[in-house]
């Protein structure tokens, strides 16, 4: 191209033969990249996990009112399972309806429970089921992860967006939280 001529080259454009049914294929292509991604995300998360765990003292006991290392860690291990076996429930079509408010009311006795663990056995737990969650999101087909479950009336959420939201996303949280406790 000389210098001073105008650029000629042609966007192609395909949108006027795309049909319903390429359109549901690119869409399918597209949640089935999101997918993997969300599977990347968790094997990344858990990772992270597995490093601070190991900076996690045995008395990590703090006379403040915020959570300690270890409660924060037996936090992450009740959502970790919760909704990865959510996400699996919803996208395989054997749970429509969820109960949220029941279990978020009823988390904080199986997360004092399992802060009775040593970190090791927490970190053991969480990883095995993120490696399953892992594994069946890798698994999934996009029309598994579209699937939707009722959270509470009037309020629904796919099997991705659980994925996304209350897993990896909560998880990140709860990540970054243990990363400044650990830090004080």
Known sequence: MKEGQPYTQQVRIESPAFTE???RGFL???IDHERQRLADRLEADSARLAELVREIPSNSQAPSTDWTAHEILAHIAVLSKFY?????RVGSGKLTQVELLEAVQSRDLAGEQLSSLPPDQLLAMVQRDHQRTIAYLRGADAEAMQRRAVLYEGFSMSA???AQLPLCAHLEIHLDQLE???RH
């Open 21 to 23: 049914r390429e359109m």
């Open 84 to 88: 990865g076996v959510i996400t699996s």
């Open 180 to 182: 400044r406790t650990l």
């Open 28 to 30: 399918g292509e597209v």
């Open 160 to 162: 991705a967006e659980i």
